[in-house]
C-alpha cells in the first residue's frame, strides 16, 4: 500500500492476556519505529530497527514488551502480561534511513480491561 | 522521557485568524519538525527545520528557530476550521541522529 499500515486498529483485552501488534511499513523504508501515545500526551519512543536489528530499543518500558522485524519489513510488537497501564495508541512509523522525516500509520488502539 | 513542550497547550480562534504555537527544547539538535494529528488518526509530518536555519515557509505555515533560545514557533496564517488538530514539535539529535523525541502538543481549535 501507499502509506503505513496498522493492524489492528482496535484490541480489547483482558489484563494478563498476550497481544500482537503489526506494522506493514512503506516500502523501502529501511527504518521502523514503535511510538505509545496516552491521552493528551506526545508520543513517546518505545524502539527503532534499521533493517532487521533493532538499534535502539532504549524506550521499551520493561522485559513483557518485545518486538521483532524478521524480514526488514513488517514489524510485530509483542506485550505479554499485559496491565492496565499499557492501554494507550501504539504508532508504528516508517521513514527512508537519514531523511528524518517520519510516515506515520493510524495506530492500534489497545484497551485492557 | 519528552523534551519539547509546547506553550499554549489549547488554543481556540476564529477562522481568518492566525495561530501560533511555541515550542521549547533542551538538548542540542540536529533539526525541529512540526507534526499535526487530526482526532483519532496518526501523525502527518508538516515542515522540518535544520538546526542551521532560523527560518521556514511551507504554504501558510511559518516556523522559525532560535538554537540560542532552545526555542521554535509554527505559524498558522489564515486559519481554516480544518486547520484544527492537535500539533507536535519533534526534535532529532542530543546525541541520536535518528530518533525524534516529541512534545506534549498544543490543540488547535479554529472555529468557523
Known amino acids: 500500500g501507499a502509506g503505513v499500515s496498522q493492524t489492528p486498529s482496535n484490541k480489547v483485552t483482558e489484563k494478563g492476556k498476550y497481544v500482537e501488534l503489526r506494522c506493514d511499513p512503506i516500502?523501502?523504508?529501511?527504518?521502523l519505529y514503535w511510538y505509545r501515545q496516552s491521552l493528551g500526551q506526545g508520543p513517546e519512543f518505545l524502539i527503532y530497527?534499521?533493517?532487521?536489528?533493532?538499534?535502539?530499543d532504549s524506550g521499551l518500558p520493561n522485559d513483557r514488551f518485545f518486538a521483532v522485524r524478521p524480514e526488514g519489513s513488517v514489524s510485530t510488537l509483542k506485550i505479554q502480561r499485559t496491565e492496565r497501564g499499557d492501554s494507550a495508541v501504539y504508532l508504528c512509523?516508517?521513514?527512508?534511513?537519514?531523511?528524518?522525516?517520519?510516515?506515520f500509520g493510524e495506530g492500534s488502539r489497545l484497551t485492557v480491561l | 522521557s519528552q523534551q519539547g513542550e509546547e506553550d499554549p497547550q489549547a488554543l481556540s480562534i476564529q477562522e481568518g485568524e492566525n495561530a501560533t504555537m511555541n515550542c521549547s527544547y533542551k538538548?542540542?539538535?540536529?533539526?525541529l519538525q512540526w507534526y499535526r494529528q487530526n482526532s483519532g488518526r496518526g501523525l502527518v509530518h508538516l515542515i522540518l527545520i535544520r538546526s542551521n536555519e532560523r527560518e521556514k515557509h511551507s504554504g501558510r505555515l511559518r516556523v522559525t528557530l532560535d538554537t540560542s533560545k532552545k526555542s521554535s514557533s509554527l505559524l498558522i496564517t489564515a486559519s481554516r476550521a480544518a486547520d484544527t488538530a492537535s500539533y507536535f514539535c519533534a526534535t532529532e539529535g542530543g546525541g541520536s541522529n535518528y530518533k525524534l523525541t516529541f512534545g506534549k502538543g498544543t490543540l488547535l481549535t479554529v472555529n468557523p
Open positions: 516500502s523501502g523504508h529501511t527504518a
Open positions: 530497527f534499521q533493517g532487521t536489528g533493532a538499534a535502539d
Open positions: 538538548t542540542s539538535i540536529n533539526n
Open positions: 512509523a516508517s521513514s527512508t534511513r537519514g531523511e528524518g522525516v517520519l510516515f
